[in-house]
């Protein structure tokens, strides 16, 4: 009896540390998806409830493991020159305007709003660390995606003033990259869900080159595809700066 005790106290103990914590997936998935600095190419592209596609191109810069981020659109014409500014992981965000010349700072209920139109808010752009402070993470379990074996990370909110009133990242067991990201909306829907693919190892850093977010109330999907990318950047003090924004 005592021997089949202690087998099963063995088994339990072996499970337990096979199991990671939430929070140190969680501090990982951040640590993956945050290099310190970047600077990459773009292309967005929108797929409207009819079918139609918008098409974008910019430059974007991120400083900070993601907690200042510019971008500055080279395409369409109509929009070229146009820039964002987001600081403090998207609680600051101003935009700038080239044919007018001026910028302008958006309230702080916009990082809630959909980026430009696009199925990404700001805040989707811009979370970075936060998640840190403001979500609870918790293992659910496991699941198989695309043949991948996947921690099921369940993130949910520490105070009910958050986008989403619940986060799943699908995150694979082999080296805890994240390709799936379910959101729920506050009142418990599952709204839509982020698919990351074609992930590549540049200078080191894992990178997903197509990130889509698939709308399922909307039936709409935004497609982000990086047609380059590089880690080896660094940036003056005064870069992530509204003066800038105009450059």
């Known amino acids: 009896m005592k021997k089949t005790i202690l087998i099963?106290?063995?088994?339990?103990?072996?499970?337990?540390?096979?199991?990671?914590?939430?929070?140190?997936?969680?501090?990982?998935?951040?640590?993956?998806?945050?290099?310190?600095?970047?600077?990459?190419?773009?292309?967005?592209?929108?797929?409207?409830?009819?079918?139609?596609?918008?098409?974008?191109?910019?430059?974007?810069?991120?400083?900070?493991?993601?907690?200042?981020?510019?971008?500055?659109?080279?395409?369409?014409?109509?929009?070229?020159?146009?820039?964002?500014?987001?600081?403090?992981?998207?609680?600051?965000?101003?935009m700038y305007n080239k044919r007018t010349n001026r910028v302008r700072k958006l309230a702080s209920h916009a990082k809630k709003q959909k980026f430009e139109g696009s199925d990404f808010t700001y805040e989707d752009m811009g979370s970075g660390d936060s998640w840190r402070a403001d979500y609870k993470p918790k293992i659910a379990g496991t699941e198989k995606l695309d043949g991948e074996k996947c921690w099921l990370l369940e993130m949910t909110p520490k105070t009910d003033d958050l986008s989403y009133s619940k986060m799943v990242i699908w995150s694979r067991t082999s080296d805890l990259f994240p390709v799936r990201i379910d959101y729920y909306d506050e009142g418990g829907t599952f709204t839509k869900s982020l698919l990351m693919?074609?992930?590549?190892?540049?200078?080191?850093?894992?990178?997903?080159?197509?990130?889509?977010?698939?709308?399922?109330?909307?039936?709409?999907?935004?497609?982000?595809?990086?047609?380059?990318?590089?880690?080896?950047?660094?940036f003056d003090k005064n870069f992530f700066s509204e003066r800038n924004l105009k450059k």
Do not use: C
């Open 8 to 94: 099963l106290l063995s088994l339990i103990v072996t499970l337990a540390a096979q199991e990671p914590s939430g929070k140190s997936v969680l501090d990982k998935i951040i640590d993956l998806m945050n290099p310190v600095n970047a600077r990459g190419i773009m292309k967005q592209t929108i797929e409207t409830t009819s079918g139609q596609l918008r098409t974008f191109e910019y430059e974007t810069f991120a400083g900070n493991k993601g907690e200042n981020q510019l971008m500055r659109y080279r395409a369409p014409g109509r929009v070229k020159g146009n820039a964002m500014l987001m600081t403090d992981f998207s609680d600051n965000i101003w």
């Open 197 to 234: 693919e074609d992930i590549r190892n540049i200078e080191g850093f894992l990178t997903p080159f197509t990130m889509t977010m698939k709308n399922h109330l909307e039936n709409t999907q935004t497609v982000m595809e990086y047609v380059e990318v590089t880690y080896d950047i660094t």
